[in-house]
């Protein structure tokens, strides 16, 4: 009898990098990744431009601020995108290595970015700019969780392109044979010749990203979500906390979390399971975003 090999997908030959320059010493290229990122804000900016132009959506039929405003106010989102994913990368997940070496921090074109430390980082931004222009701050933060999953569902594109951030090995039909031998480093016991794995960047693309920003879209420009204040950021800052607690079962976790003793990389044991990184700051999301939903539906609605 001939065993069958499991049908793996290889890798996609997708270059990361778009085009380069290259004059002398000097080298400029454009990576996916960054390509992202501009996609994201640029069509964050217009989208929330958008919803300012119909005073309907908003409580009392009175958005929070003008349409050209939003333009100030990217300028202090990407600031902060970039500082706290930086920071969240540094202080969650190699803070022993850039505490030997605080130079490398600076270096954020090498990559090290944590969707977390992001986050705390455009929240700090926003209040300072919602305070600044006299915004409120709950429904500025419903303004940008409506389009926070654009930038987040393209940034798990790229990290696919990329080949990182992939999963665990699986002998799922749809796994992917990821490219690099820190990708193809299997248990000594992998049965196949090819290690293939989860390809967890496209499940939190549609699930952080595709399906998460359907239903905000929804409830904001169908179900008058943007006159509850809060409840946008509630159901976004709950539903990727959901999203990333549940990609995470199938998500390699970190390398320096990884050891003989840990080879799952739970950072927190509970009996015979365990919590990942990601799991662990995920959860005070999830809670925070249930409390940021019950506060707004119990306020009393507001006039349509």
Do not use: K
Request: charged share 10%; hydrophobic share 55%.
């Amino acid at each position: 009898m001939i065993a069958t090999l499991p049908a793996f997908i290889p890798f996609p030959d997708i270059a990361p990098e778009l085009f380069a320059i290259e004059i002398g010493n000097f080298r400029f290229a454009l990576r996916w990744y960054a390509l992202a990122y501009i996609a994201g804000f640029l069509l964050g900016w217009w989208l929330i431009a958008a919803a300012l132009r119909r005073p309907a959506l908003w409580l009392r039929n009175t958005p929070p601020m003008a349409p050209g405003s939003v333009e100030s106010l990217l300028t202090w989102v990407i600031v902060g995108t970039i500082i706290g994913g930086r920071l969240g990368f540094v202080l969650f997940y190699q803070p022993a290595y850039y505490l030997a070496y605080p130079a490398e921090i600076l270096r954020v074109w090498e990559g090290g970015m944590a969707f977390h430390g992001g986050l705390a980082g455009v929240i700090v931004a926003g209040l300072i700019w919602a305070r600044r222009n006299g915004v409120p701050a709950l429904q500025l933060g419903d303004a940008m969780a409506m389009v926070a999953p654009i930038g987040i569902g393209l940034g798990r594109l790229s990290n696919f392109i990329n080949a990182e951030l992939w999963g665990r090995p699986t002998e799922m039909p749809w796994g992917v044979v990821f490219p690099g031998a820190a990708a193809q480093s299997c248990p000594w016991d992998w049965p196949h010749a090819v290690c293939a794995r989860h390809p967890t960047q496209l499940y939190e693309a549609g699930l952080e990203g595709l399906i998460l920003g359907a239903v905000l879209l929804w409830l904001a420009w169908r179900r008058g979500a943007l006159r509850r204040p809060g409840l946008l950021t509630g159901v976004f800052v709950g539903g990727y906390g959901l999203a990333r607690f549940i990609v995470e079962i199938w998500r390699e976790a970190d390398a320096q979390f990884i050891t003989p003793e840990n080879p799952m990389g739970h950072v927190l044991s509970l009996g015979p399971l365990g919590v990942t990184m990601g799991q662990l700051l995920s959860l005070p999301m999830i809670a925070a975003g249930l409390w940021l939903i019950w506060r707004a539906r119990a306020a009393p609605p507001a006039p349509a």
